[in-house]
């Protein structure tokens, strides 16, 4: 908590929590949501099960850092972190990513090594008209796309058939 308020009071854009073998935690406090400035927080190698919410709070986020924790999942409220540039979750208990994971437009790197994963979204394939430029995951297929509704031909009509719904 002392470090919150120095950052606050010294309007510092960069929060490093790192836990220790001696001191980990498990939540961040909601004052974290105060540092509207922060544009870089790292909160690796501690006891995160969940991404504390509050960090979506932080509308100039530039850089998370969420290696070495217990994470299963991303929150779908991540991508709102509109400028958010650089993703790093190495070392987690991850078996998916948010399915609206390309709405991080900033997005240009993304780590999820050595997580659980067992697929990523298809949503992940469109950062190519984004500037993406390194995506470091261990070789995963991408979840499987929507089956196409039948057409009268007895054939799947393609979505711009008309298939798609």
């Given at each position: 908590?002392?470090?919150?308020?120095?950052?606050?009071?010294?309007?510092?854009?960069?929060?490093?929590?790192?836990?220790?073998?001696?001191?980990?935690?498990?939540?961040?406090?909601?004052?974290?949501?105060?540092?509207?400035?922060?544009?870089?927080?790292?909160?690796?190698?501690?006891?995160?099960?969940?991404?504390?919410?509050?960090?979506?709070?932080?509308?100039?986020?530039?850089?998370l850092s969420?290696?070495?924790?217990?994470?299963?999942?991303?929150?779908?409220?991540?991508?709102?972190?509109?400028?958010?540039?650089?993703?790093?979750?190495?070392?987690?208990?991850?078996?998916?990513?948010?399915?609206?994971?390309?709405?991080?437009?900033?997005?240009?790197?993304?780590?999820?090594?050595?997580?659980?994963?067992?697929?990523?979204?298809?949503?992940?394939?469109?950062?190519?008209?984004?500037?993406m430029t390194?995506?470091?995951?261990?070789?995963?297929?991408?979840?499987?796309?929507?089956?196409?509704?039948?057409?009268?031909?007895?054939?799947?009509?393609?979505?711009?058939?008309?298939?798609?719904?």
């Open positions: 908590k002392e470090k919150i308020e120095e950052c606050l009071q010294q309007e510092r854009q960069q929060l490093v929590l790192h836990g220790t073998i001696f001191r980990r935690l498990d939540h961040l406090p909601r004052e974290i949501g105060q540092l509207q400035l922060l544009t870089s927080l790292d909160i690796s190698g501690n006891g995160f099960t969940e991404l504390p919410l509050v960090v979506t709070d932080l509308p100039l986020l530039e850089s969420l290696d070495g924790n217990l994470l299963k999942f991303l929150p779908a409220e991540v991508c709102s972190l509109c400028r958010l540039r650089k993703l790093t979750c190495r070392d987690n208990r991850l078996h998916t990513i948010p399915p609206n994971v390309h709405e991080l437009i900033s997005l240009d790197h993304l780590d999820l090594r050595n997580n659980q994963l067992e697929k990523l979204p298809l949503t992940l394939g469109l950062f190519h008209t984004f500037s390194m995506v470091q995951v261990q070789p995963l297929p991408l979840c499987d796309p929507p089956a196409l509704a039948p057409t009268d031909q007895g054939h799947a009509a393609s979505p711009e058939e008309g298939g798609g719904g």
